[in-house]
Antibody, heavy 117, light 107 residues
C-alpha cells in the first residue's frame, strides 16, 4: 500500500515562508507524477500543484502561482512544496498525493499550515 | 478551467437507502472522472476511477457511471460507515478541479 507522510507544517506569519516535505514509500516513486492538494478549515478540496515523474512538467493553481514551487528528489523518494509570501487564505491542511491521472490520487494523511500573526 | 458541479450539496438518508450523487463537468472529460470519500479529520479515500472502476477493497454497493459531462455515484444500500462527504474530480486537464462536495448525513 502506498505510504505518503507529510511534514514541515505549522504556524507562520503572513508574508513568511514554509517548506513542506512528503516522504514516499512502498511504491516506485520515480515512476509517478505527484500532486499537492489543500483543504481550508471546513471547506472543500483545492488542487495546488503537480509535478511529473522526471520534474519536466509542473503546474500550479492560479491562487499560488509565483509564490509556491514544487520539486522532488527521486533519489530520496521525496516531494517538496516551497511556499513563500504566505497569506491568511493559504491556511489549510495540505495533502501530498500520488497522481495517476484517471486512476486517481492516493493521499497522504495531511499536514496543517496556519498563516496568522 | 473545467468547472465541476456536484448535486445535491447535502443529502439526509437512512441506513438501507439508495443514494445518488451527480457531478457535471463544464466541458467534456470523456471518462477522466474520479470519486473520493472523506470522513471528518481524515484524508480523502479513492473510491472510483475512470468514472466507473471500483478500487480494490471498496464495497460493491458503490458504483459509478457516466461519460462526457454527466456522471453519477450511487450507493445502493447506505451503511453506517458511508456517512461522509463525497467529492468528484476531473483528471482530464490542468488545473485539476474538484466538485464542491456532497455531504451524506444520517436522517
Amino acid at each position: 500500500e502506498v505510504q505518503l507522510v507529510e511534514s514541515g507544517g505549522g504556524l507562520v506569519q503572513p508574508g513568511g515562508s514554509l517548506r513542506l516535505s512528503c516522504a514516499a514509500s512502498r511504491f516506485t516513486f520515480s515512476a509517478y507524477s505527484m500532486t499537492w492538494v489543500r483543504q481550508a478549515p471546513g471547506k472543500g478540496l483545492e488542487w495546488v500543484s503537480y509535478i511529473s515523474s522526471s520534474s519536466t512538467t509542473k503546474y500550479y493553481a492560479d491562487s499560488v502561482k509565483g509564490r509556491f514551487t514544487v520539486s522532488r528528489d527521486n533519489a530520496n523518494n521525496s516531494l517538496y512544496l516551497q511556499m513563500n509570501s504566505l497569506r491568511a487564505e493559504d491556511t489549510a491542511v495540505y495533502y501530498c498525493g500520488r497522481d495517476s491521472g484517471t486512476a486517481g490520487i492516493d493521499w497522504g494523511q495531511g499536514i496543517l499550515v496556519t498563516v496568522s500573526s | 478551467e473545467i468547472q465541476m458541479t456536484q448535486s445535491p450539496s447535502s443529502v439526509s438518508a437512512s441506513v438501507g437507502d439508495r443514494v445518488t450523487i451527480t457531478c457535471r463537468a463544464s466541458q467534456g472529460i470523456s471518462s477522466w472522472l474520479v470519486w473520493y470519500q472523506q470522513k471528518p479529520g481524515k484524508a480523502p479515500k479513492l473510491l472510483i476511477s475512470g468514472a466507473s472502476s471500483l478500487q480494490s477493497g471498496v464495497p460493491s454497493r458503490f458504483s459509478g457511471s457516466g461519460s462526457g459531462t454527466d456522471f453519477t455515484l450511487t450507493i445502493s444500500s447506505l451503511q453506517p460507515e458511508d456517512f461522509a462527504t463525497y467529492y468528484c474530480q476531473q483528471a482530464h486537464s490542468f488545473p485539476r478541479t474538484f466538485g464542491q462536495g456532497t455531504r451524506v448525513e444520517i436522517k
